[in-house]
């Protein structure tokens, strides 16, 4: 594992969007590749992979400067960004010049990452809800309310309708339902303590889930199921097609990241120093990493033999995916709650000591 020496110490000027390399990370060919990256960590699994390769040189391409800082992950989809601020604002940047192509104001400084689906931005503020707007003119197209303020990035997952049919059931008389055209649907958590399932043409409700607090991480959706957690401590599997809980699992302490799942195992951190990987099929911890007291709040990348993730000890942690046996650590000057992203052999993260690194993942 080594560093590679290209670090943006500009990056302390939280006010300022800056893309050294985003366009790389979301393309190899560039801007007008036609590569996207839609969403926070990339996909719905979340787990952080991008295709493409890095440049082995950074260089600074623009800056946009907004009204407030910055906390929010980029989404980048046909040769735009979205950016939310603690302005108030979302913003569309034309992604190889960095001009703002349109605004769209909320009630609130917006922390929530976007998501970018079928022509549409949808994303959380502070204002309590969560905006749907035209991906072309930042025009809006609905807004749907919650009881407290929504900090984590929305998710996304389609089902098919159903409607009776002409048959009966040979089993007990009742028509039998068939499948109709697919609907789009939006996950989103909130502050209220519930995660909201929305139909994302309409903003209608389809089902909302209670838990026992704040829920600040966005949830991860596999095979029809979303994982998350929160500050009651517990990690929520449910059923995606009703809302129904599925399992619940202590995790011991409150997690303030997303989890990341690959192939039925669960990854993420939380505020008592430890760093989990949970089998969802048994309910239970596959394995435990802990180091040093300090806690996770960084959402982990995972790739098919690796799982990488920051921590408040300053450090960005490499171990294996199987064990959660140690690979190494690569030391910053300041805590690493920003959730690193992999491209090819490459991980790419920022620290609160203002720089982004780029880090070999072997």
């Given at each position: 594992m080594k560093s590679f020496a290209q670090t943006h110490s500009s990056l302390t000027a939280a006010t300022a969007i800056f893309v050294a390399s985003l366009a790389a990370l979301a393309s190899e060919g560039g801007p007008a590749s036609g590569v996207n990256w839609p969403m926070f960590r990339g996909n719905p699994a979340l787990t952080g992979i991008a295709s493409g390769a890095l440049p082995e040189k950074l260089s600074l391409l623009w800056s946009f400067k907004t009204g407030g800082p910055v906390k929010s992950s980029a989404a980048i989809v046909?040769?735009?960004?979205?950016?939310g601020s603690g302005d108030g604002n979302v913003y569309a940047l034309d992604l190889a010049s960095g001009k703002k192509v349109w605004a769209a104001?909320?009630?609130g400084p917006v922390d929530s990452s976007p998501l970018v689906l079928n022509g549409k931005v949808f994303f959380g503020s502070t204002d309590n809800s969560l905006h749907a707007v035209e991906a072309a003119s930042g025009k809006q197209v609905w807004k749907y309310e919650t009881g407290d303020k929504i900090l984590g990035a929305p998710n996304w997952f389609v089902r098919?309708?159903?409607r009776p049919s002409d048959t009966l059931s040979p089993s007990d008389g009742e028509?039998?339902?068939v499948r109709g055209a697919l609907k789009t649907n939006i996950v989103i958590g909130s502050y209220d303590f519930k995660l909201h399932c929305v139909d994302a043409t309409t903003g209608k409700t389809n089902w909302?889930?209670?838990?026992?607090?704040?829920i600040n991480g966005s949830p991860a959706v596999f095979e029809g199921?979303?994982?998350?957690?929160g500050c009651d401590a517990?990690?929520?599997?449910?059923?995606?097609a009703k809302g129904e809980k599925v399992k619940e699992i202590e995790a011991g302490a409150y997690i303030a990241g997303s989890v990341a799942v690959a192939d039925d195992r669960a990854y993420f951190g939380h505020y008592e120093n430890e760093f989990l990987c949970i089998d969802l099929n048994k309910g239970e911890r596959a394995w435990t990493f802990k180091d040093r007291e300090f806690p996770y709040f960084s959402s982990p990348a995972v790739t098919k033999d690796r799982v990488v993730f920051g921590g408040r000890d300053k450090r960005l942690h490499c171990v294996k995916r199987d064990n959660g046996e140690n690979v190494w650590a690569f030391a910053t000057q300041?805590?690493?709650?920003?959730?690193?992203?992999?491209?090819?052999?490459?991980?790419?993260?920022?620290?609160?000591?203002?720089?982004?690194?780029?880090?070999?993942?072997?």
């Open positions: 046909d040769g735009h960004v979205f950016i104001r909320t009630g098919p309708l159903t028509r039998d339902r909302v889930y209670e838990t026992g607090n704040y199921k979303t994982a998350f957690g517990i990690l929520h599997v449910i059923s995606l300041g805590k690493v709650d920003s959730s690193p992203v992999v491209v090819g052999d490459k991980v790419v993260t920022g620290s609160d000591d203002g720089r982004l690194y780029v880090v070999s993942l072997k």
